[in-house]
């Protein structure tokens, strides 16, 4: 079987030149990268946001703006290092302006997120915000179990997987608690249910 690391990096590859991707020509006009992923590939936890923003996409690296400055504060009120896990999104490329990502680039960068999740192989997903969670309640077959993302965070969605057992756990979008400041306290109370792994 080849290692972990050379299937990432193959991933890597691929991105690199996605060419048939929309964001493609928007990237390399702006030189900024893809954002594959980083952390451990032996976490037991993954965390899966949307798309990269502007900072994220001119180093290359997920949640290194504002947003991922609250995911950083989340983590260590979990005791969690942020080396330990593995964070990534479903859409590798920055869409521009700051934009949701579209259906078609979801479907279009699925499927590398399909292949990190057989790499690493976790057993918790926690997905940010409700792009991720959908999408990962269907890759997972749990589509009629969906609910809105205020319902839903904070929550347990556990399936019995091809290789073990998985459990979904989704979470606000960090980004959220920067431009509602009432709802910090949420996103840390709910970040508590990753205390007990
Ligand atoms: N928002 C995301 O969803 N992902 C990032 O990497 C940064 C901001």
Same mark, same amino acid.
């Given at each position: 079987m080849q290692d972990k690391a050379k299937l990432m990096k193959k991933i890597e590859k691929e991105l690199s030149d996605f !060419?048939? %991707?929309? @964001?493609y020509k928007y990237r390399t006009e702006n030189k900024f990268f893809p954002v594959v992923g980083e952390g451990s @590939?032996? %976490?037991k936890i993954m965390f899966i946001g949307e798309a990269p923003g502007k900072k994220e996409a001119q180093t &290359? !690296?997920?949640?290194? &703006?504002a947003s991922g400055k609250f995911l950083d504060s989340m983590f260590v009120s979990v005791n969690l290092k942020r080396e330990n896990v593995y964070i990534t999104n479903i859409v590798k490329d920055r869409p521009e302006d700051n934009r949701d990502p579209s259906r078609e680039e979801i479907k279009l960068y699925g499927p590398f997120l399909d292949r990190q999740i057989e790499i690493i192989q976790p057993k918790i997903i926690a997905t940010l915000g409700r792009f991720s969670f959908e999408y990962v309640m269907r890759h997972f077959g749990l #589509?009629?179990?969906? #609910?809105p993302i205020s319902k839903a965070h904070g929550k347990s969605y556990e399936i019995d997987f091809s290789y073990g057992k998985v459990k979904i756990i989704p979470l606000y979008h960090p980004a959220v608690a920067l431009y509602n400041g009432g709802m910090r306290e949420t996103l840390l109370k709910d970040f508590k249910i990753l205390n007990k792994w």
């Open positions: !060419k048939q %991707s929309p @964001l @590939l032996n %976490s &290359g !690296k997920p949640f290194c &703006g #589509e009629n179990q969906i #609910e």
